[in-house]
């Protein structure tokens, strides 16, 4: 059966830098979301993305969040200038279609911000 | 807000026993999902009733939807060992697909 996969599984980086996170979502959806499940905490949705651009996004996305889909089949979320707080599991998700259809998640990125 | 609530935030039973978690929300919806999220993995989908449906069933889940209380419920009959995860209920209502998670109940299934 088709999967998310997302890439890496655990990234540590220091507090200001650049991190990208990757995923590939299933190949034949339409729409891609990314969500954030900070240690503990529930998971919270992040933003939603289709037809090359952000059709919905959260308080938590600000200024230093971007995601871009830069070929047919990667979906990325860049954090510009991380800072510890942004230390969470971050899943990526996609559908088929919008309407009565399940998300399909991959196993996550753990961001630890040091 | 949205959000899912869900009762208890933890349950512990003997395999064999059924084990009933329960999610409150806000607002209506397009529709309710449950996720199961095994410890550190990603979230898997367990099922998803519409509005308009009171029921639904998958195996050994059975699930409620009420949307005059805003409440559901995840049945799971004649637990395993292997059900012990996580699990979240979900709320979709916006025309974009966002998902709104509750907080989780954490079930425990002891051999």
């Known amino acids: 059966e088709p999967e998310v996969t997302q890439t890496p599984s655990h990234q540590v980086t220091q507090m200001g830098q650049e991190v990208i996170l990757r995923c590939v979502p299933i190949?034949?959806?339409?729409?891609f979301y990314w969500y954030r499940q900070i240690l503990g905490q529930k998971v919270e949705f992040l933003v939603s993305f289709y037809n090359n651009e952000i059709s919905e996004k959260s308080e938590i996305f600000d200024d230093q969040f971007s995601v871009e889909r830069p070929d047919g089949s990667n979906f990325t979320l860049k954090i510009r200038s991380t800072k510890l707080e942004d230390s969470a599991m971050y899943f990526c998700?996609?559908?088929?279609?919008?309407?009565?259809?399940?998300?399909?998640f991959g196993d996550g990125t753990r961001l630890s911000i040091l | 807000s949205q959000q899912g609530e869900e009762d208890p935030q933890a349950l512990s039973i003997q395999e064999g026993e059924n084990a009933t978690m329960n999610c409150s929300y806000k607002?209506?919806?397009?529709?309710l999902q449950w996720y199961r999220q095994n410890s550190g993995r990603g979230l898997v989908h367990l099922i998803l009733i519409r509005s308009n449906e009171r029921e639904k069933h998958s195996g050994r889940l059975r699930v409620t939807l009420d949307t005059s209380k805003k409440s559901s419920s995840l049945l799971i009959t004649a637990s395993r060992a292997a059900d012990t995860a996580s699990y979240f209920c979900a709320t979709d209502a916006s025309n974009t697909g966002k998902l709104i998670f509750g907080q989780g109940t954490t079930l425990q299934v002891k051999p």
């Open positions: 998700a996609s559908r088929k279609y919008v309407g009565n259809q399940p998300q399909h």
């Open positions: 190949s034949n959806h339409l729409y």
């Open positions: 607002t209506s919806i397009n529709n």
